[in-house]
């Protein structure tokens, strides 16, 4: 009597099945399949960097201002002297 594999072909389907989406993955590096999805992560990497950019140039003038500031501090910080004539 042989035992019957009829039933384990379906499984042994899905299973390769599997085993080539894997395989595909892996060859693709794990980038996107297709090229929208690919041209959206394009845009979205695109519209961060400009983000970036302005923020980037805020910080510097925010800088700039405090530097000015800082200074015109400094040069007012003489001692004042309550009945002083000098």
Not at 4 to 11: N, R
Not at 70 to 77: F, S, Y
């Amino acid at each position: 009597m042989q035992p019957d594999l009829a039933p384990l072909i379906p499984v042994a389907a899905i299973i390769m099945f599997g085993l080539v989406q894997i395989s595909k993955h892996w060859r693709s590096g794990g980038q996107p399949q297709s090229k929208a999805a690919a041209r959206q992560l394009e845009e979205r990497l695109e519209a961060i960097e400009q983000e970036l950019a302005t923020l980037q140039g805020n910080l510097n003038d925010a800088q700039e201002r405090l530097d000015f500031a800082e200074r015109v501090l400094a040069q007012t910080r003489e001692p004042r002297r309550l009945g002083s004539s000098e």
